[in-house]
Each structure stands twice: as structure tokens, then as C-alpha cells.
């Protein structure tokens, strides 16, 4: 479980994943960008919770059994800051390969920052498919298992994400759960699409069991 220390350190390593809406910068990638047209699932998604707002001193969290998600993939070690900027890479890649993706980018978070040295993070810069493919080009192809995981949606810019991880701990504390794998954040909504930093939206998802 992430304490207090590694929140605050992952929100720092965090914080250059992803330029801003607003952002001056125009020489830098966004996690999410191509130059292809937005897909129609980054307009139609619907929470099914509310939407926790920062500063997250409220967190809207539940349970649920995730399905099957099979993935292609760009695996990183090294600070969490670069794992969002790969991911404009793996979908152009993916379709210059024809393949097609089924939805939203995701990442995927396998260390405590707090516990971990920057050089040894892992993560992996993901981007879901319907199915078994074959990619080249240093992408590879998972399968994220079906598991039971405390799940939670929250708005605002993804650097600041990390803040509803507190909340989400405590819900799993009061349910009697640990941490049972890496914790996945799902960008659902286009950084390309909006003018604010308020209407983007993340799910987070943290694998669970009970604690012994």
C-alpha cells in the first residue's frame, strides 16, 4: 500500500506526464495526442460514480470484477514522469501496424515510488485491443487478468490523479483489502479535446484481496 510519503513522491514524478490543455509548450507530447482523429470513445464515456473533484478530500469509490483486457504495450523502467509521453508513440505505432485500439489509453503502475528508486519504477504505456495481436516495432502484446478491483473516477489534470489514491486506501482499508497488483489509470478523456483542465477524466482501478 502507498503511504502518505509515496503519494507525494509519485505526484512529483508525475507531474511532467502530461502538457496541459492550456500548456505554452508546443514542442512536447501529450500522453494522449496523435495525429489522427479523436476516437468516438473518448466522446461517449459515462461514470457509473460520481466523480470525485480535487483536492480528492472526498473519494467515491467501489468495487467491481474487472473482464479480460487484452493490450499492446511499450514497458519502461525509470521515472513514472516518461511513462505518459509514450503513449502517443505506442498508438501511432499500432496504427501503422493496422492495428486497431478498443479504447482509451491506459498505464500501468507496478511500484511504490516511496519504496522504489526512480531508476527501478515499472510501468507500461498501454493501449486496449479487441484481441490476440502481433506487434512489432518494440511493442508487445498482454492480457490484463480479470480480478476484483476498488475503483474510483477522478477530474482534473492527470498529473494530480494520484491525490485520490489516499481515499481510495482508505476505502479498501475499511473493506479489510490490500493492494493485489499494479494500479491502473485510464485516461478517458482527450487532453486534445478540451480547454479545460476540469473536464478531463481518469478512472483508477487497484487490484484487491482480502488481508490475511
Given at each position: ?100 485500439p ?52 477522478a477530474?482534473?489534470p ?55
Amino acid at each position: 500500500m502507498l503511504t502518505r510519503l509515496s503519494i507525494t513522491v509519485l505526484l512529483g514524478l508525475c507531474s511532467a506526464c502530461f502538457v496541459t490543455p492550456d500548456s505554452d509548450a508546443t514542442d512536447q507530447d501529450t500522453s494522449a495526442q496523435t495525429d489522427a482523429p479523436i476516437p468516438q470513445y473518448w466522446h461517449t464515456f459515462q461514470p457509473d460514480l460520481p466523480t470525485s473533484q480535487p483536492p480528492f478530500s472526498e473519494v467515491h469509490a467501489n468495487w467491481k470484477q474487472r473482464i479480460d483486457q487484452p493490450y499492446v504495450y511499450v514497458e519502461f523502467v525509470g521515472s513514472y514522469t516518461e511513462t505518459g509521453r509514450l503513449l502517443p508513440m505506442v498508438h501511432r505505432s499500432m496504427l501503422e501496424q493496422g492495428i486497431e485500439p478498443s479504447g482509451p489509453p491506459f498505464a500501468l503502475y507496478f511500484d511504490d515510488p516511496g519504496r522504489t528508486p526512480v531508476e527501478n519504477l515499472r510501468s507500461r504505456a498501454c493501449v486496449p485491443v479487441d484481441g490476440r495481436v502481433t506487434p512489432d516495432g518494440g511493442l508487445d502484446f498482454d492480457l490484463l487478468p480479470s480480478t476484483t478491483v476498488v475503483y474510483a473516477y477522478a477530474s482534473g489534470p492527470y498529473p494530480e490523479v494520484p491525490r485520490a489514491y489516499a481515499g481510495m486506501y482508505g476505502y479498501m482499508s475499511d473493506n479489510s483489502w490490500v493492494e493485489n497488483g499494479p494500479i491502473r489509470e485510464t485516461y478517458l478523456v482527450s487532453p486534445g479535446a478540451v480547454t479545460s483542465f476540469d473536464e478531463l477524466l481518469t478512472e483508477i482501478q487497484i487490484p484487491v484481496t482480502y488481508a490475511r
